[in-house]
């Protein structure tokens, strides 16, 4: 984590490195229970309409 400062977004290395991977699992796993109990509406809503576009996108492939 002593490296992120010095880490861009555009560079493939930030955003694919298995140590930072590990940290976003450990964050979401903490807030778990916290996101789930207290997420807004707009939210879900957003989520749902993400799912349905994975859907679609899934079924384009297998066909």
């Known amino acids: 984590m002593r ?6 977004p555009f560079w493939s290395s930030a955003t694919q ?7 976003g699992h450990g964050l979401e796993e903490a807030y778990d ?7 807004p509406e707009d ?3 957003l989520i749902a309409q993400l799912a349905e576009r994975v859907d679609a996108a899934e079924r ?3 066909d």
């Open 33 to 39: 229970d916290f996101l789930r109990d207290s997420m």
């Open 43 to 45: 939210w879900k809503g």
């Open 17 to 23: 490195d298995p140590c930072l991977l590990g940290v």
């Open 3 to 8: 490296q992120c400062q010095m880490r861009h």
């Open 60 to 62: 384009e492939t297998e």
